[in-house]
C-alpha cells in the first residue's frame, strides 16, 4: 500500500466464526497483493484463553482449512503480525488490558497508530462494545493524523427504534467519518458494476423509468440451509438477514438517479433519495403485497424453538413515491433452501409494439433486460425478432454475455470492505440516513407481520408459489 503510518487492526470476536471464514482468508490476500499498510498489527479479542503464540497457530489453521494457496513461508510471515488478548466484551477491564496491548504497539513504532476496530460479533453485544471502546479512550487519536474507525457488520438493529436508538448511541460517541457500516454485498465486483451497466450504455440509460419499464424483479435464492446457525437465525429472519439490506441496496441501485461523481458522498445521496422514497405498507397492503414461508424441517434445526415463526423466504412488492418510478412496482424475493443458488435482477418493459407490429397480430412481447450477479455475473436483453419459416410472427430472442464467474470476480467483498476502510473510502458503507430509510419500510411490514400466515415449502424446491 505504501503507507508510512503504522496500523493496528482490532478483531473483537477474533476466534469467531466470521473471523475464521472471512476475515482471516481476505486479510492474507491484501497482504500478499501489498494492499496492507507498510506496518501493520492485527490483534484479536475473545473469550478463550489463549497466548499470542497459539493465537498464531490458530489463524494458521484457519488458513488451511480455507484452501488460501499461499506457501507455508507466507503463512508464517503473516501470522508473525498476529497477537492475542482474552476478555470479554462487557467487561472494562478487557478493553483496559487491550489498551495496554495496543499502547505498546505503538510505544515500539514510536508514534500513534492507526486504530481499526471489526466488530465480528453477534449484534446484542454492538452496544456495549460501542460504549466500552469509548469510554475506555481505544479511539483516542493523536495530532498526528492517525485515526480510529470503526466497522459494524450488519443487522444494524432489528427494527426502526432499535436502529435509531444503536444509532443514537454510535454517533454520540465517534463522528460519521469515523463509523463504517457493513453490508458487504455492496462490495462485490458484479453489484458496484450496476451502475456501470445503467450510465455507461446509451441502451439502457434512456428508457430507464416508468414510461418504459412495467416492473423490477429482485431475486436472491440459497441453496444453503441455515447451515447449524439456528439460534442467530431464528431470532432474525429472513427479511432482516438480506431483505432490511441487501436487497433493498440492490433496490437502490436500480432506481437511483445518476449521481454527479462516483465519490462516496455523491453515490450514497442517491442511494438514500430511493430509500427514503420507499412507500410504507399498512395493514391492507401487507395482506396483499407480502408474502411468508418456512422450509420444511426448519423447527427441527438446533437451536430453532418448535414453534418458531421465523421466515426463511419472503417476498413482498414495494412502491417508490419518485416521479420517475411512481407505479412500478418492485418485486423482491429471497429465501433459503431452494432449488439453486441465483441473485438475479430483471427489468421488465413495457410492449411498445405498434402497427404491423401489433401484439394481437404478431405476439410480441416486452423486452427484458437481465442482471445475473450470482453465481456468474452476466448481462442479457430479450428481444423481440421475425420468426423463422413462412409469415411473418415474432419471437424473443436473448443477446447475452458472461463477464467472469465468480472465483474470477477479483478482489474478495470483505478484502473491499477492509480495505476500503483502511483508505477512509465510504462509498459502499450505509449512511445513517439509509439505515434508517430501510428500516422505516421493513418495520412498515414487520408490524404486520402476524397478520400475513406463514406458508411452508419444501427444501430443494423453488419455494411456495405466488
Not at 415474432?394 to 467483498?413: H, N, P, V, Y
Request: proline share 4%; aromatic share 10%; hydrophobic share 35%.
Amino acid at each position: 500500500m505504501g503507507t508510512s503510518q503504522p496500523t493496528q487492526i482490532i478483531i473483537l470476536g477474533g476466534s469467531g466464526d466470521l473471523a475464521k471464514r472471512k476475515l482471516i482468508p481476505a486479510l492474507i490476500d491484501l497482504y500478499t497483493h501489498d494492499k496492507l499498510p507498510d506496518t501493520f498489527s492485527i490483534v484479536g479479542l475473545a473469550r478463550t484463553p489463549r497466548t499470542s503464540k497459539e493465537y498464531e497457530q490458530f489463524v494458521a489453521d484457519a488458513l488451511t482449512k480455507h484452501e488460501h494457496g499461499h506457501s507455508m513461508t507466507t503463512v508464517k510471515d503473516f501470522c508473525s503480525h498476529f497477537s492475542y488478548v482474552s476478555g470479554s466484551f462487557d467487561n472494562t477491564e478487557s478493553y483496559q488490558e487491550l489498551k495496554k496491548h495496543i499502547e505498546a504497539f505503538d510505544a515500539e513504532k514510536g508514534m500513534c497508530t492507526n486504530k481499526l476496530f471489526y466488530l465480528a460479533v453477534p449484534p446484542q453485544y454492538y452496544k456495549t462494545i460501542f460504549n466500552n471502546i469509548h469510554e475506555s479512550g481505544l479511539a483516542d487519536t493523536c495530532a498526528d493524523g492517525s485515526w480510529a474507525r470503526v466497522l459494524v457488520e450488519k443487522p444494524f438493529g432489528s427494527d426502526l427504534n432499535t436502529a435509531q436508538e444503536l444509532d443514537g448511541v454510535l454517533s454520540s460517541l465517534f463522528t460519521e467519518d469515523q463509523i463504517f457500516r457493513i453490508d458487504h454485498y455492496l462490495a462485490k465486483e458484479a453489484v458496484q458494476n450496476i451502475l456501470s451497466f445503467r450510465f455507461a450504455n446509451t441502451l439502457l440509460r434512456s428508457p430507464w423509468n416508468r414510461e418504459h419499464v412495467e416492473s423490477v424483479h429482485i431475486t436472491m435464492h440459497e441453496s444453503i440451509d441455515i447451515q447449524g446457525r439456528g439460534s442467530f437465525y431464528d431470532n432474525i429472519g429472513a427479511l432482516r438477514d438480506v431483505g432490511q439490506n441487501h436487497l433493498l441496496q440492490l433496490l437502490a441501485l436500480i432506481a437511483m438517479d445518476e449521481p454527479k461523481s462516483f465519490t462516496a458522498g455523491d453515490i450514497r445521496t442517491k442511494r438514500i433519495e430511493v430509500l427514503e422514497c420507499l412507500v410504507p405498507m399498512d395493514s391492507d397492503t401487507v395482506q396483499t403485497q407480502v408474502q411468508r414461508a418456512q422450509y420444511q424441517g426448519y423447527t427441527q434445526e438446533k437451536g430453532v424453538a418448535e414453534d418458531s415463526q421465523t421466515e426463511t423466504f419472503f417476498r413482498f412488492t414495494a412502491q417508490l413515491s419518485l416521479p420517475q418510478w411512481e407505479g412500478v412496482p418492485f418485486h423482491v424475493e429471497a429465501g433459503k433452501a431452494l432449488s439453486k443458488r441465483k441473485v438475479v435482477i430483471e427489468i421488465h418493459f413495457k410492449d411498445v409494439a405498434s402497427g404491423p407490429f401489433e401484439t394481437q397480430t404478431c405476439h410480441t412481447k416486452g423486452n427484458m433486460v437481465t442482471l445475473t450477479l450470482s453465481p456468474e455475473q452476466a448481462m442479457s436483453i430479450t428481444l423481440n425478432a421475425k420468426k423463422p419459416g413462412h409469415g411473418y410472427q415474432l419471437e424473443s430472442q436473448t443477446l447475452s454475455f458472461t463477464c467472469r464467474k465468480d472465483k474470477q470476480e477479483g478482489i474478495d467483498a470483505y478484502e473491499k470492505v477492509l480495505l476500503d476502510c483502511i483508505t477512509g473510502d465510504q462509498t459502499l458503507f450505509t449512511k445513517t440516513e439509509e439505515v434508517l430509510a430501510s428500516w422505516k419500510f421493513i418495520t412498515s411490514i414487520l408490524q404486520n407481520w402476524h397478520n400475513i400466515p406463514l406458508e411452508t415449502y419444501t427444501q430443494g424446491g423453488d419455494g411456495p408459489s405466488l
